[in-house]
């Protein structure tokens, strides 16, 4: 509701957030405030306790509406006094010990609390302005990275998964412990991982940067043994080498997905944990949804700044305070007709990052060029070439396909790449094959790869696969 909020403001429509909006909006932000630190059940409606997802959930709440309140000239005194202490909170749930987020404080169930509404609630606070921010757990967090292996690790045991390298993709379900519909992975939660890993790479794109710590040490190494703690810079072989393999790994959980699709291309809630067949509520909405964000996001398309600076100082000590609401029930509930972009034209999606002097004045190109890099091992006298529906990708013809080139290839990532000119809006469904000195070709396994080249205004993209073996 704030996110829309913000939006109709920017259009000019800040008397239907006034009338409309604000009021319901203010009911649960003072309903946030009085009870933040009072127990609660988590997202999933089963455990009576303090949950991850839900506390960081508030905190954004309260930060956000603290912002919309002092925009619309209403009181937020409130919200900006109880909002530090929510984030103050939210550091209890860390076990440093073990280097994993606990998804769920305060309660009597007997977990290990390795739960993928840690993976959840970090994608929902992702703000690419804070950068690799531990306090509010952002996905590229050395405690985010950390806790994404010991997640992704605790569902290994599931059968589907049996023999997966750590390292790989695999099925995420809610949490090992999990019984109901006899506790099997969910499409959400594995493209959760997804959506963390595309996150983590879009901030350190833009940074320039990426850092190993020792925390994340675990977590990059599982991808790219010979890791190291450290800061790498993006003209560094390493940064290019730990890009390269998180690209693989988050598109694994998405090829993970696309294995287990329902007929004509449904989603389920579930995927059962021995055979991968679509269980339990058929068409889940958040399984698209959580499809459509993780696809954005590989696009390099990112949700506007929440935060909008750092946070604040977490407390020296955590207080219970609260602050006692008032509630009315909202008069105006129609929303005025015709609210649509003043500019006639959809709104360019945000990138996180301010707007340059010039982006009123961009155009998307007639061609742009796609960088496409894969990570596929082969031995003495093979080469690795794409082949797809498009001409430049030889039609399915694998005697006109493209051949990538090896000059960036080592053992431990072995990279081939091409950089094709392709036309903007395009979608391209392609395979990657293995030619012998001989002239034998090997092709990939299945499901073809696709790609839809972006109708932004930058000329340059990047697409990351992994051999499918």
């Known amino acids: 509701m704030i996110s829309y909020a913000n939006w109709l403001i920017q259009n000019g429509y800040t008397s239907t957030v006034d009338a409309v909006i604000w009021p319901i909006v203010q009911n649960d932000l003072n309903y946030v405030a ?29 930060v956000e509406g603290s912002q919309l309140a002092a925009t619309l ?25 073990q280097g994993f987020i606990n998804g769920n404080i305060n309660h009597s169930k007997n977990r290990a609390g390795k739960d993928a509404n840690t993976l959840l609630g970090s994608i929902h606070v992702f703000d690419a302005k804070l950068g690799c921010d531990a306090i509010t757990f952002q996905p590229c967090s050395d405690k985010a990275l950390s806790n994404l292996k010991h997640t992704v690790d605790s569902f290994r045991s599931y059968p589907i998964n049996r023999g997966i390298a750590s390292g790989k993709a695999i099925a995420l379900g809610r949490y090992i412990e999990d019984v109901y519909f006899d506790g099997n992975p969910w499409y959400l939660t594995t493209l959760a991982a997804a959506e ?21 040490l675990a977590f990059f190494q599982d991808l790219l043994p010979d890791a190291a703690p450290g800061t790498y810079s993006k003209d560094s072989q390493m940064f290019d080498a730990i890009v390269d393999a998180v690209a693989a790994y988050a598109d694994g959980f998405v090829d993970v997905v696309a294995r287990y699709v329902g007929p004509h291309g449904s989603l389920s809630e579930q995927f059962t944990k021995e055979a991968g067949r679509p ?38 000590g955590c207080s219970a305070t609260s602050v006692r609401g008032t509630y009315a029930r909202a008069t105006a509930t129609v929303f005025p007709p015709s609210q649509t972009p003043r500019t006639g034209l959809a709104p360019t ?13 961009c155009s998307v190109p007639t061609l742009a060029s796609v960088t496409f890099k894969v990570l596929a091992p082969t031995e003495w006298g093979q080469s690795i070439k794409i082949v797809g529906n498009l001409d430049a990708l030889g039609n399915w013809n694998p005697h006109k396909a493209v051949a990538l ?28 094959i293995n030619v012998a000195s001989n002239g034998a ?19 340059s993209h990047l697409c990351t696969d992994a051999w499918q073996s």
Do not use: M
């Open 405 to 432: 080139d090896s000059s960036q290839y080592t053992p431990l990532t072995p990279v081939w790449k091409t950089t094709l000119s392709l036309t903007p809006g395009h979608v391209l469904e392609y395979k990657y």
């Open 441 to 459: 070709i090997v092709w990939e396994h299945d499901p073809n790869h696709t790609y839809t080249v972006p109708t932004t205004c930058a000329t």
């Open 279 to 316: 269980t339990s509520a058929s068409d889940l909405t958040w399984s698209y949804a959580a499809l459509l964000t993780a696809a954005a996001r590989r696009s390099g398309i990112v949700p506007p700044s929440w935060l909008n600076g750092a946070p604040g100082p977490v407390p020296a």
């Open 349 to 361: 999606p945000s990138t996180g990052l301010p707007p340059s002097p010039t982006s009123s004045q």
């Open 196 to 216: 963390a890993l595309y996150d983590s790479l879009h901030v350190w794109k833009q940074s320039g940067s990426l850092t190993v710590t020792s925390l994340s």
């Open 34 to 62: 009085q009870y933040w630190n009072e127990t609660g059940f988590d997202l999933w409606e089963e455990v009576n306790g303090s949950s991850f997802f839900t506390t960081l959930s508030q905190y954004r709440a309260l």
């Open 73 to 97: 000239g209403q009181t937020s005194q409130s919200y900006q006094g109880i909002a530090p202490q929510i984030l103050c909170f939210l550091q209890n749930y860390w076990v440093p010990s």
